[in-house]
């Protein structure tokens, strides 16, 4: 099973997108629906995170600003950004973790210009 994202691109600062996330077959015992980032030189971060039971995490940094939604049934993920920031540029990859095992998307590059 692998995982396919898109929606990334270029975006002046205050701008939105929206990434998707979808798995080419089925994942059983899904835990987590997430997405994470890494930029240049830095560590992959936890962006949100959503669970099976609903409950929904995010990074302080983007809190108010980004909505992350999810089915189950269909393995998909989104993550709406809106009010983008320069500083949310990064690789965006999606995450749907099970109790053994990641699953990663590919990435999808976002880019905010100031």
């Known amino acids: 099973v692998q995982l396919q994202a898109s929606g990334g691109g270029l975006v002046q600062a205050g701008g939105f997108l929206r990434l998707s996330c979808a798995a080419s077959?089925?994942?059983?015992?899904?835990?987590?629906m997430g997405w994470y980032r890494q930029a240049p030189g830095k560590q992959r971060e936890l962006v949100a995170a959503l669970t099976t039971s609903g409950n929904r995490n995010y990074a302080d940094s983007v809190k108010g600003r980004f909505t992350i939604s999810g089915d189950n049934a269909k393995t998909a993920v989104d993550l709406q950004m809106n009010s983008l920031k320069p500083e949310d540029t990064a690789m965006y990859y999606c995450?749907?973790?099970?109790?053994?095992?990641?699953?990663w998307g590919q990435g999808t590059q976002v880019t905010v210009s100031s």
């Open positions: 995450n749907i973790r099970v109790v053994t095992f990641n699953y």
């Open positions: 077959g089925s994942i059983f015992s899904i835990a987590t």
